[in-house]
């Protein structure tokens, strides 16, 4: 069974970068959809971008054209670049693992990395 840790998390001026990764143990993560969420204080979760096993990718509306997902399968790891960060971007994002981006079912979910985008 695939376990997922998620890091590079942190404080960033709006206007800044950060890149976040997921990385994946037990199991080869190339095979599984690997999601980032994110749950802002006093919000529901949501969906950022995932990515699948052939590397397409899909992002909310709201991170379009800022933030950047992909995976590096030799690293058993996939990376959610982000760029142009707001401070609606605050929350702590974690990554799943599913085996298809066509089920809701989540096998694996990390433990969070904290982003908090403030001046």
């Known amino acids: 069974q695939v376990q997922l840790v998620e890091s590079g998390g942190g404080l960033v001026q709006p206007g800044g970068s950060l890149r976040l990764s997921c990385a994946a143990s037990g199991s080869a993560a190339s095979i599984y959809t690997i999601s980032w969420y994110r749950r802002a204080p006093g919000k529901q979760r949501e969906s950022v971008a995932f990515?699948?096993?052939?590397?397409?990718?899909n992002y909310a509306d709201s991170v379009k054209g800022r933030f950047t997902i992909s995976r590096d399968n030799a690293k058993n790891t996939v990376y959610l670049q982000m760029d142009s960060l707001k401070p609606e971007d605050t929350a702590v994002y974690y990554c799943?693992?599913?085996?298809?981006?066509?089920?809701?079912?989540?096998?694996?979910w990390g433990q969070g990395t904290q982003v908090t985008v403030s001046s």
């Open positions: 990515i699948t096993s052939g590397s397409s990718t």
């Open positions: 799943n693992a599913r085996r298809s981006p066509h089920t809701d079912i989540v096998v694996a």
